[in-house]
């Protein structure tokens, strides 16, 4: 038992630290991408420094992207269990990935019904939400719908995250969730949807996925209704 809390309280340190990390990690990131902007858009630069800083620019987006997927782990706080308030964290998350929608034509439907609340870290299911819909959106290339809703069950509330795009195989299915499975080449990091999985898992949820190619996908997550 003892040797169990300590091997505990040792992955609490490295999630920890790795949450710093990538805290800490972002802004000089930002500050970079922006220096090869300018360097990229300069006009008196020559060929071969418009191509290396279009390269540089790539990778530092690449970056970013993982430590987006993987911010979850990463905060320097501690861990808040709390009574979710679904209908804040859906406004956010719409809030949030308006501009990627729009850039792929995309439009959202938000339909959230009920009013019983879910217990967890509001910041985790966020993430958990954000990485759905953000794979959701960008499998509608050629625009398309994505709906988040809500449904209340039993001792259940579900909640939905549903496309229109260019669904999944069921051995794309059975795969979701395995590290760095992307079938985005340079632009997936494959983290998201293990992130998803051990999110809702630590919110004593489900997930369960519908997908068939070219007609879309529906992520359903189900979790226990908070009671106090
Ligand atoms: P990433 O998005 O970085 O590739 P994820 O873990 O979020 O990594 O997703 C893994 C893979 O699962 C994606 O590359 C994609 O092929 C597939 N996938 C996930 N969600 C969807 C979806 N809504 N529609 C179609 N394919 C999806
Ligand atoms: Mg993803």
């Not at 390269?55 to 269990?81: G, M, N, Q, V």
């Not at 859906?90 to 990627?100: A, K, Q, S």
């Not at 809500?150 to 999944?168: A, N, R, S, W």
Request: charged fraction near 25%; glycine fraction near 8%; charge should be neutral.
């Amino acid at each position: 038992l003892q040797l169990e809390s300590f091997k505990y309280e040792k992955m609490e340190t490295v999630s920890h630290l790795a949450a710093s990390i990538s805290h800490e990690v972002r802004n000089p990131l930002t500050t970079v991408k922006g220096f090869l902007q300018l360097i990229h858009e300069n006009p008196n630069i020559p060929r071969e420094a418009k191509l290396y800083s279009q390269h540089a620019i790539s990778e530092t987006d690449r970056a970013t992207a993982i430590i987006s997927d993987y911010l979850t782990f990463a905060r320097p706080h501690p861990e808040k269990i709390v009574p979710i308030d679904l209908k804040e964290t859906i406004h956010l998350c719409r809030e949030v990935m308006t501009p990627l929608a729009n850039k792929q034509g995309v439009s959202m439907e938000v339909n959230h019904f009920h009013h019983n609340r879910i217990k967890g870290d509001p910041h985790k299911f966020q993430q958990a939400l954000i990485n759905l819909c953000k794979n959701g959106i960008e499998a509608m290339g050629t625009g398309g719908t994505l709906s988040l809703i809500t449904h209340e069950e039993k001792e259940q509330l579900h909640v939905y995250v549903m496309d229109t795009g260019i669904g999944m195989t069921p051995e794309q299915v059975a795969r979701l969730g395995e590290p760095y499975f992307s079938l985005k080449e340079e632009n997936g990091t494959g983290l998201g949807f293990m992130v998803v999985f051990r999110i809702v898992e630590g919110m004593f949820g489900k997930v369960h996925v519908e997908s068939a190619p070219s007609k879309g996908t529906k992520i359903k997550m189900s979790f226990p209704i908070y009671k106090d």
